[in-house]
């Protein structure tokens, strides 16, 4: 059963930046896929990153594009979501997920979570 904790969340201002961490109990091999995921109240749980665990290649949101970035470091079996430039449209709960089957975006698919991480952008 793998494990999964959010860490880093906060309440930021318009603009700034935050950094979230993600730990896993258990090896995270090359063939699986770890993404974060938002949820805001009355929404869908949404996409937001994503990574291939064995080749590093990344996958974004449209909306967050050019101002967020997923890493991961594989020796500790973390990822990591640098959000830059926040808005006011990226409140939400952060949550991420392990995929064991590879790349996917969608939510109900994913069987591992963490227990989400509160994002607060005020203006």
């Known amino acids: 059963q793998v494990h999964l904790v959010e860490s880093g969340g906060g309440l930021v201002q318009t603009g700034n930046s935050l950094r979230l961490s993600c730990a896993s109990s258990t090896r995270i091999y090359s063939s699986h896929f770890m993404a974060w995921f938002r949820q805001s109240p009355g929404k869908e749980r949404e996409f937001v990153a994503g990574i291939r665990w064995g080749t590093g290649k990344t996958y974004y949101a449209d909306s967050v594009k050019g101002r967020f970035t997923i890493s991961r470091v594989q020796a500790d079996n973390t990822v990591d979501l640098q959000m830059n430039s926040l808005k006011s449209d990226d409140t939400a709960v952060y949550y991420c997920?392990?995929?064991?089957?590879?790349?996917?975006?969608?939510?109900?698919?994913?069987?591992?979570w963490g227990q989400g991480t509160q994002v607060t952008v005020s203006s």
């Open positions: 997920a392990l995929n064991q089957n590879g790349l996917e975006t969608t939510a109900r698919m994913y069987r591992s």
